[in-house]
């Protein structure tokens, strides 16, 4: 995520790039800094890790001064959490703070490298510092020097600028990552997100991708990346700076509903060779993943079923034996472990203590240890470094507690992973493997199509509300998707819900079902439609209300449900990925009709570090 800041004017800069990093903290908070051109005409900068506070007391201890800076508070992707690390990044004169990841950061360090450019930190960042610094010094103007080294970065990128040669003028660009320009009198800003200057103006203009702006304090130009002048019209903001922390969102959940199909993306981003239909893992280490026979899936609640949805990829993919274990019970069973055996843990934070402790056992059992993570640099991810390695989601910072586009990217994340283990053990052909992709690359655009019918899902959130009990059925990959709808209503709206396998329900559960009692069933089409829709029949019979999640195009479906909310089609291993949403939309209404606390449900927390 990283929110980024830059100020052109004639107040001093740093109060305004820290307040507005404040503003930003919820993109990120590994560490941040500031950069300052002061009127020496020197760039100066402070940095440090962890929140933003400690930059706070830096800057007290050692004030900056100038009318033009740029900020950044960063959530780590390439490289630690350190202070070199940390941004801006400066060099020769030219200090730069970016938003994304650059794709082909290495190819681009070797071949600085080969030019004895010396690099002073790990980050993908630093190379484009270099290359515009390249630039500057053949005698080039700021605009034209970030112009010219664009077609060379592949990747994504929020990019401020500023430079030594150029000491009243802030460069920006934008590829896939946002970035918001705030027009001033006498002044201007630019930011990642509005909330970060809407203290000082209510006037923005959206940078689309492929745009360019050049920020003085009396102007602002903004072209594409050709050098073509492009006309735009401001936008004027009525937001309260409150709401625009969470984007217009009215909680942090909604947004991060809402983000699913950009983190969708961002976990794809860079990993898949459609040619042959490989997979590059960056972050884990084949040689010792590769040869394992058997793994066991660890991890806790919510990561948890993602690992039962994870368990039929890879079994059906890639022939391998998976079992799925709750890392609470996992660690006091006495599990069968050797150096043949994976131990996948699945967390979001990394730093959950049952699954790290499990982590840990199965390392000193000698079992091949590597994770799904979404935290850079947690705890969990690094314990994995040195074994299997560990695979970021790139889902981008999750702040609501009940986890939404953390899971359907661990989903993504296990997909790759199955694809991976089934083309390095010849279970899946290159066109097969092919096939699995393209379809995988449609699920962001799937999830749009579903957001934007989030009106349906409100009427029906409200027709529920009231009830005291709900039951979540499914077959096959979608029964843990009924375990997640459940826990999802369960825990932000305080009503009782079970997810049960569609099949059980004739085993005890279907003495619960009467009128009063909903029962969302999941019927997408593939292999268990016919039983999961006999098995919704038989609780229809016993008066039980249903509200059906179907695939597109099934006509049968209205005749058995009260309700329905048909998702597209996609495959039945990736279904999980898209019929998961309207249970998140569904409980969410129904938390927000009853006014409870979404963001911050009673007795949570977001990090589960006790076991
Ligand atoms: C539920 C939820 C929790 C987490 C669980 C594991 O919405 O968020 O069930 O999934 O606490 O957390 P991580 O994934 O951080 O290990």
């Known amino acids: 995520m990283c929110g980024i800041i830059g100020y052109v004017g004639y107040q001093n800069a740093t109060p305004i790039l820290v307040d507005g990093l404040r503003r ?3 993109r990120g908070y590994d560490s ?10 020197k760039t100066h900068i402070h940095r440090a890790v962890g929140k933003l506070r400690n930059l706070d007391t830096v800057l007290r201890e050692h004030p900056l001064t100038g009318s033009l800076g740029i900020g950044h508070t960063r959530w780590a992707t390439h490289g630690r959490p350190t202070e070199e690390n940390a941004h801006p990044h400066t060099i020769d004169g030219v200090t730069i703070v970016h938003n994304g990841i650059l794709e082909n950061y290495l190819e681009l360090r070797h071949m600085l490298e080969a030019r004895d450019r010396q690099f002073r930190s790990e980050t993908d960042t630093e190379i484009m510092a270099h290359l515009i610094a390249e630039q500057i010094a053949k005698g080039h103007a700021l605009d034209e020097a970030v112009r010219s080294i664009l077609p060379q970065v592949r990747g994504t990128y929020a990019l401020v600028v500023i430079s030594e040669s150029h000491p009243n003028t802030i460069v920006t660009a934008k590829n896939a990552s946002p970035i918001v320009l705030g027009l001033g009198d006498n002044e201007n800003f630019v930011a990642s997100d509005i909330p970060a200057c809407l203290e000082y103006t209510r006037s923005f203009v959206f940078l689309e991708d492929g745009q360019m702006a050049i920020l003085r304090p009396k102007d602002i130009s903004i072209t594409d990346f050709e050098g073509n002048q492009q006309i735009v019209e401001p936008t004027t903001v009525t937001w309260s700076p409150i709401m625009a922390e969470k984007g217009g969102h009215k909680h942090f959940m909604h947004k991060e509903i809402y983000e699913q199909p950009t983190a969708v993306a961002n976990t794809i981003l860079g990993r898949v060779s459609m040619e042959d239909a490989t997979i590059h893992l960056d972050g ?63 967390s979001q934070s990394g730093e959950t203590a049952d699954t790290l402790g499990a982590v840990k056992d199965a390392k000193a059992a000698h079992a091949v240890v590597f994770g799904i993570c979404n935290v850079i640099g947690s705890s969990i991810a690094r314990e994995c470094k040195n074994s299997g390695g560990v695979l970021y989601t790139h889902a981008g910072l999750e702040i609501g507690v009940a986890s939404t586009k953390a899971f359907v990217t661990q989903l993504v994340a296990l997909f790759l992973l199955a694809i991976h283990f089934g083309r390095k053990r010849g279970t899946l052909s290159i066109t097969d493997g092919q096939d699995h992709l393209n379809r995988l690359r449609e699920i962001p655009s799937h999830i749009e199509s579903i957001l934007a019918r989030e009106a349906s899902l409100i009427a029906i959130a409200r027709r529920y509300a009231r009830a005291k009990d709900f039951l ?49 069933g999941i019927a997408t089409a593939g292999p268990s439609y016919q039983k999961t829709i006999s098995n919704l029949e038989e ?8 509200i059906i ?63």
């Open 24 to 26: 930003l903290e919820y």
């Open 32 to 41: 941040a800094g500031v950069a300052i051109i002061s009127a020496d005409g």
């Open 549 to 611: 999640i179907a695939s597109e195009g099934d006509s049968r479906i209205a005749s058995v449900a009260d309700d329905v909310f048909v998702i597209p089609k996609t495959t039945p291993l990736l279904d999980p990925l898209l019929s998961v949403v309207p249970l998140q939309l569904l409980a969410y209404h129904i938390a927000d009709a009853k006014g409870t606390d979404i963001d911050q449900p009673r007795n949570l927390a977001k990090s589960v570090t006790v076991e």
């Open 472 to 520: 979540f059925l499914g077959r096959g990959p979608n029964y843990p998707v009924a375990l997640e709808g459940a826990l999802k209503l369960k825990e932000i709206s305080y009503i009782h819900a079970e997810g049960y396998a569609a099949g059980e329900m004739k085993h005890g559960p279907i003495a619960l079902v009467d009128e009063h009692v909903p029962i969302v």
């Open 539 to 546: 609780v229809r019979a016993r008066n039980g209300k249903l």
């Open 284 to 346: 884990v280490n084949p040689e010792h993943i590769d040869p394992i026979d058997r793994l066991i899936i660890t991890a806790c609640g919510t990561s948890w079923h993602a690992g039962l949805i994870g368990k039929f990829m890879l079994e059906h993919i890639a022939r391998i034996p998976v079992e799925v274990d709750l890392a609470s019970e996992f660690r006091y069973r006495d599990p069968i472990l050797d150096n043949k055996t994976g131990l996948l843990a699945i």
